[in-house]
């Protein structure tokens, strides 16, 4: 291929963003800190979707929209949030533009909005401010309602699909009689990002809770999952929120319980963005680009014809499309890549940089033999395999390459979690070996926030299997009955 | 039912709303012309996704995503348009809000955006100006793409799904090397829809073209599809447009030819919306409700226990969870009311408001004959019949159900269509029939103009299927070719 090729080890960064934009999956927008999809990207993004939307459906979920603009208003009743929302979003101040004498397009200054209006950064204020309507008694609960949606949040530095100002998104919004059954509904939703995480993306995550300065500002508690990229930076993956009745008292949504009281309605949030996409791709590619897994792969087997003549040309194509057939009807989603405007070297390139797990090469020779070779993605082993029975073959294949590249990602993950017990070991470690450091640490928001701006490290989380022990705090020296996880972050 | 039910022979209007409202499919949300789909609603459109993507893929198309934010700047490259384009749109023209010293949230007037942004009404600019960047040689056409998408028109007089200021929408962008290329993918997308409203909306439709005073403001040619509903009044259910080289011009997308020559590209440009709910409901729906066609039911099948006892109601729900297995196989979408908080009566009405085809209802009684009680939606036609066998029965009565329904349709559509040859009876059929006139048309943006003023009717289309024929017009009396329909529209 004619790209510019960029290894992890010379600047991660760099690879992050050729490998971006070589293998076609997204690109800056001439709109500031926003981005555009590309159709190789968005097939990614869109088999997440499906497999998400899946399961939210088997927990019981529906679909609904809510609308984009929001009045500032809405902001303020947020009373507790009030300093600590997200300030850095998009404010509709017009509602229409006019030509002027000279041709210009300009804002028509007389269509001012009473009110301004803000593009969601995300939704509970407004689904809050409808769910008032919906809910009046226990019978009308629980509520489990799921949006896919655009959201923005204004940008500064901005790096594509981690971080822009608009992104794709889901994001549930619950609603339910009692405490338990809203904390029961939060962990439920994170069992489910960390099983997508894991099952699909083939990123194993931990599951933790967030500390107070780490925590959404209407949360009670954040729950999240947390993965580990190949330059040992942890990246926040999904969040699940249990949000008490913070939102119920703001937007005033109270209902009559079983017993006849009127009490504020117990509320849940949980969402997962197209963020997903950049963790997959720097959790599993290597140098030569994209390494997908077969669960998330848009194609996942590739087929590249070995041809001189037109008359050989032919007799692969029958035997192509034999194939093909076999393989879609047990699910395998097939490219037969027969153009003719490119060599077969050109087309492995261009295939493995687009991370499609598994490629069939087939020649004159290969039809003789009966045979066609199979080269795997992720660990670049090739094999000759009997053409009879292929079907059975490849399908056992893809759930192998699956289970491969998270075993890979696990044992990477694994052997880059330090236990710590002194502070200068958690700077030897943070320089010099990356990943979790999992440390004692004295409780306080003062003691992260210097850790924090000494190390730039921040607590990933409490991990939830973070076993009570007596220690003491890797920086302050005072008691911790806890090992929490630091790391460096996206 | 508790809710207050309005006949459309009495007030349609009202008929509409209530409806909207009592099946829980949408409702005005807090902010000014924006509505809230509900979930109910949302799944509808879930089917008419599902089912649109699959027919876009299947004729080549891929989706993508791109800004919901456009620079001002790029509707003044439109420069053809500059007058035509619609103007009332929502503006962003600030990026951060703040706290104020009362712990007010103002719009922090430091964070002025340089150049006003707009939220898309529609994405030809932003995706124009995109693929200035990934077009070069004809080896990278056809682009056939696909997005997804929220859009905003500033509305001041809005109607649940008809007209709202936010809605819901699929935009398919197509740019080619030739101009024949790229009329026959207008015809073909325009051919699509025709096929979703029919066979799946079950609602004929007239593809015709627009004349020139209702064409797409960018576009050479606007084709559409246009439906009649039940008060006698058009719907426009979705248009394709040729947009020549217009798009091309104004963002210099040029590509070098197959005789290697630098020339414009050619694009299209097609949509349909949440819209199309409205048509849905409008063209079939009865006083009773909501009346669903089984291609876009979210569920196909309740299944409604009748009992007394605690032993009857384990003994249907066994027979009724056998019955259920066996429809899913089919894939027929089926749902069990099982709740013990409502009576069959009420259960009855809800499900014939919210439009389920058919009803199955089975009882102690019926358990012992072997047999269950079907009653359709669209006929209120009931039937005993046995349990064996339901399966396939359902399955035929609901495909039956699925024509009688469009049958019923196109019939009323074509009793609607009027020749008509004076200006007298225009305006009486207009005021005493309504539905389509066909008449003819001087073919000037005049004549069209002051029908319009006198009677609110618009020329919907000039049909693909219209005969050259020499006539005189029916409002000016001169000459014309063809004759044109006529119709008040939503």
Not at 103 to 122: H, Y
Not at 423 to 448: Q, R
């Amino acid at each position: 291929m004619a790209f510019e090729k960029v290894k992890r080890s010379d600047n991660y960064s760099e690879w992050y963003n050729n490998l971006v934009k070589n293998a076609d999956l997204a690109e800056h927008a001439d709109v500031k800190g926003c981005m555009v999809i590309k159709p190789y990207g968005y097939a990614i993004w869109e088999k997440m979707q499906a497999q998400l939307d899946k399961m939210f459906k088997q927990t019981g979920h529906v679909n609904a929209y809510f609308p984009l603009l929001i009045p500032k208003s809405f902001f303020e009743k947020e009373e507790k949030n009030a300093e600590g929302f997200a300030k850095e979003c998009a404010v509709v101040t017009h509602y229409r533009l006019k030509v002027d004498e000279n041709r210009k397009i300009i804002v028509d200054p007389e269509a001012k909005l009473e009110e301004e209006l803000i593009i969601r950064p995300t939704s509970e204020a407004i689904i809050w401010n409808t769910y008032k309507g919906w809910i009046q008694s226990y019978r009308d609960l629980p509520l489990l309602i799921n949006q896919w949606a655009n959201v923005m949040r204004w940008e500064m530095r901005t790096r594509l699909f981690l971080r822009t100002s608009e992104f794709l998104w889901q994001e549930g919004h619950t609603a339910h009689a009692s405490s338990e059954e809203a904390i029961i509904e939060t962990k439920q939703m994170l069992e489910v990002y960390a099983d997508f995480a894991e099952n699909f993306m083939g990123v194993p995550v931990i599951k933790g809770v967030k500390t107070e300065n780490e925590r959404f500002a209407g949360a009670v508690e954040t729950y999240c999952i947390e993965g580990l990229m190949q330059d040992g930076k942890a990246l926040q993956m999904g969040t699940s929120h249990f949000l008490g009745q913070n939102f119920a008292k703001a937007f005033d949504v109270k209902f009559q319980s079983k017993e006849g009281k009127l009490e504020y309605v117990w509320a849940t949030s949980w969402g997962v963005s197209t963020r997903l996409i950049g963790a997959l791709i720097m959790a599993h590619s290597d140098d030569e680009g994209l390494v997908l897994p077969p669960n998330l792969a848009p194609i996942q087997v590739v087929i590249v014809p070995i041809y001189r003549s037109d008359e050989d040309f032919d007799k692969i194509s029958m035997a192509v499309n034999d194939i093909k057939k076999k393989l879609e009807f047990l699910g395998v989603s097939v490219k037969y890549d027969n153009r003719d405007t490119h060599k077969p070297g050109y087309k492995f390139a261009e295939w493995e940089l687009k991370g499609v797990p598994l490629r069939i090469g087939i020649g004159p020779r290969d039809l003789e033999n009966g045979t066609v070779e199979l080269a795997r993605r992720d660990t670049k082993e090739k094999s000759v395999v009997s053409i009879e029975g292929i079907d059975q073959h490849v399908k056992q294949l893809l759930e192998e390459i699956q289970n491969s590249i998270y075993k890979k990602a696990f044992t990477f993950r694994d052997s880059s979690i330090h236990e710590v017990n002194s502070w200068e070991e958690f700077k030897d470690v943070l320089e010099n070996k990356g990943g979790f450091i999992s440390a004692h640490w004295d409780g306080t928001g003062e003691t992260e926030e210097k850790i924090k701006e000494l190390t730039k490290a921040t607590i990933r989380c409490i991990p939830l299997d973070s076993k009570l022990e007596d220690g003491t705090c890797v920086f302050s020296g005072k008691p911790s009955k806890q090992r929490v996880l630091f790391a460096k972050a996206y």
